[in-house]
């Protein structure tokens, strides 16, 4: 690492003799980059969060580029008068279609469902039955006949009547009364008192265009208040929204939570680095001669930003590269790499800090700018080095794992801190000369009558703490079988209040127990049945199953003649056992919905079916699609329900060899969220290997290794041990920094090491004093750029913050107390420095 300092020091020279063309070239650089770095967008969707490659996600493009994959918005109208609430959903469903777009020149809706033709089914409900529940009415029918001749019997006695059991008697027509119910329903989307009627609206536009989502909601907002639903009646009550405006929710709020967190954490480093600095300059010049301190404090006062644009020049120099090459490398980024701006802020500014301070002393031991910034750079480059280096290489292992939020954090995070060491070793020392030629910076040597001699040269108290320390390592290890792992993913997502109120508001119709359905193409009729067939069949087969229902328009619309005549066979067979003396007079509500539905003599034209119910079944052509729906029988909140659901449909493989794969977000989600714990362990464990290879290399020596790596060590178990006793839990966001953790973590433990190997014996507190305030500010620097996360809306977000302040807080502590402890015991033990 020496040799490539050394070997770059011209670079350094070059710039210290040209620093106005070094930093005007910068700059122009980093306005170009930057003119394409706020092009870039965030991409909530976690299904890309995937590798497009992933079976999976390819069937869920493949299902949105069939079926279209819209999202509707709905729109709950409510007051006590049903009339009016159908007459005002009318005229709003009519107007609602001719709401026009100008800026893309189509209207903002193709298509709205309010009114819903049930007559149609009704009249050929068996024709849309399936075959097996075809055969369950023909056997229902057949047990009701038999029941009425017994009973018809004078001389029959049932011996059994009081153990006879209703639900019993109707089990073989309950799938066929369920299906009728979710076939047919009400005439208008309306709640049971009818208070309240729901219309559902299909948007033309794409749902990840921002831009259209919020003139579309402010369009029609505006078309809600022209109708005026107060003339329709006093208390009418509109409101629309749905999971299209949680998106739009979402978006707005991880870009609030983006520019806050921004604020707040740069703010906040910006006053740190400036107090620091405005002290240790003042501290310093203070030292100096009384006859040459000739400036007042007034003027110090007012040099206080100049660190801030020593340092702060060359590191958003540094971010506008990082986001212009992500811009053409990725294009946009995902939730987890969306706050990176601001944490690279935190982490690239402590190169900055380290490189100043010891300029800093140097200039106040009397020596001048020029040479200043060459020992600067000699004494201090190395250590930087290696530490960016060191972090660096930690997050570009991540670009290795499938995962997106890995593989692309660690490419954006680790080529900012390449580019942060970057300017800070070499466009950074251009600005120390031109502010200090401009005496914006303050300093003179040090008088001579001022000796900062250690007031103790021993680290008190270092084997206690070395004891102390292992004890609770030891205690954190024992237990650390009690991580745990976030699996419901409720907790991580934000809670949006104006969504819940719509839900709360629009609760009451249509709701159905089949929900979060997974999909499954097939490439032709035949394989649909056989598709349907097979996960039938596991479902029956496992006890614990989550399959509630498996379904296929295939199944109640033969597509061949074929089958319709299978089918017309059967409702014949009905219509006969209903022409039964015995139940041809009964009167009852089931009987009197097949005497009505079993009239179907013919296959029914598909354009009498009416589209409410071909919806879920049609393609974005149209026509009707080779589609098997499959609903679970729990919510999906649980990953591991969610896994369990995956495992157990994910993959149908027919009898000629052909594979299918399921298609959902749900299943998208459960297969990153095991990919995520598959690659986790490797990931955190090539990071560790990269790191303790760049640090053996940096110092050539086993003991000086493993003392550099005692901040990481130490700190990552207290950190576990933190976690234990606030039951934190690791989830898939906070994994992903884990592994910037341990590269960001070990810079203390370099930084030390170097330097107390150069300092020699005995000098633990002029280390301590000097780089141990660096590696502080430092690390507060990194942690109030993660702090910012603390405070946003969105909990995943919240993890994050959480996760990488107290592992970097950790590896802090351990390097200003466990470090200099160990290195004082193997002092007196006489095993250093020989």
Known sequence: MHKIIRFLQPVVRFNIRYPFWVVGISIALAVLAGSFAVKLTVDTDIANLLPSSHPNVQALNQLQEQAGGETEMRVAIKSPDFEANVAFAELL???????????????????????????????????????????????FLEDEIEIARQEANPFFVDFLDDFDDEEEEERNIDRFQDSYDELIPPEYPASDDSTLVILTLYPTGSQSDIRYLEDMFEAYDGLISRLNPASFHPDMEVQFGGRLKRHLNEFESIMNDVFNSFALGISSVILLVMFYFWIKKLINYRRGASSKQRHSFFQHVIRMPVPILIIGIPLVISLMWTFGITYFQLGVLNTMTSVLF??????????????????????????????????????????????????????????????????????????????????????LPALLVIFDRWRWILLIKRSDEVHLEPV??????????????????????????????????????????????????????????????????????????????????????????????????????????????????YIAEVRRLLQN?????????????????????????????????????????????RFVIVYPNQGLSDGLKSIAFKDEISEVTLENGRVYH??????????????????????????????????????????????????????????????????????????????????????????????????GRKNMWEVLRSTGQHITIGSLTTMMGFAGLLFTNHPGLQSIGVMAVVGIGMTLFTALTFLPSMVQLLEDKKMMHD
């Open 93 to 139: 469903a009519e107007e609602s279609l001719k709401l026009y777009y100008p800026r893309r020149d189509f209207n903002f809706f193709n298509r709205a469902e309010f009114r819903r033709d049930t007559e149609i089914l009704k009249d050929n409900a068996l024709y849309l039955a399936t075959a097996a529940e075809l055969r369950e009415i023909i056997e």
């Open 581 to 625: 003396s015995f139940i041809e007079g009964q009167e009852s509500e089931t009987l009197d919905i097949l005497r009505r539905g079993s009239q179907t003599t013919e296959p029914l034209d598909e354009n009498l079916i009416p589209e409410f119910l071909k919806n879920r079944f049609t393609t974005r052509d149209g026509e009707i699609g």
């Open 456 to 569: 103790i040269q021993r680290y008190p108290f270092s084997s206690q703490i070395v004891i102390f320390g292992v004890l609770i390592s030891v205690i954190v290890l024992s237990f650390s079988w009690n991580l745990k792992f976030e699996y419901q993913f409720g907790n991580l997502e934000p809670v949006f209040e104006e969504y819940e109120q719509f839900r709360e508001f629009a609760s009451g119709v249509d709701e159905s127990s089949r929900r979060n359905p997974a999909y499954i193409i097939a490439d032709n009729d035949d394989e649909v049945f056989e598709v349907l067939e097979i996960l039938r069949e596991r479902q029956r087969s496992n006890p614990n199953t989550m399959i509630h229902d498996v379904e296929a328009l295939q199944e109640r619309f033969p597509p061949s003649q074929e089958l319709a005549n299978e089918k017309l066979m």
């Open 342 to 427: 601001v944490i690279l802020f935190g982490l690239g500014i402590d190169y900055g800090i380290h490189f100043y301070a010891r300029y800093i002393e140097f200039r106040a031991s009397g020596d001048r700018v020029e040479k200043s910034v060459l020992q600067a750079y000699q004494k201090t480059g190395t250590a930087i080095f290696v530490s960016a280096v060191t972090t660096a290489s930690a997050l570009f292992v991540l670009m290795f794992a499938d995962f997106r939020g890995f593989s692309e954090f660690g490419f954006i995070a680790g080529t900012g801190i390449l580019l942060a060491l970057f300017c800070m070793l070499f466009i």
């Open 662 to 759: 399921a298609a959902s977000t749900s299943i998208v989600a459960a297969s990153m969220l095991e990919l995520m714990r598959a690659e986790s362990p490797y990931m955190v464990a090539a990071t560790f290997v990269i790191v303790f290879l760049f640090i053996f290399f940096s110092f050539g020596n086993l003991r000086w290794s493993l003392i550099a790596l005692i901040p990481l060590i130490i700190g990552l178990i207290w950190l576990f041990g933190i976690m234990l006793i606030f039951g934190l839990k690791f989830n898939f966001y906070n994994l992903v920094v884990l592994p910037a953790v341990l590269g960001i973590g070990c810079d203390n433990g370099v930084h030390l090491a170097h330097r107390f190997r150069d300092e």
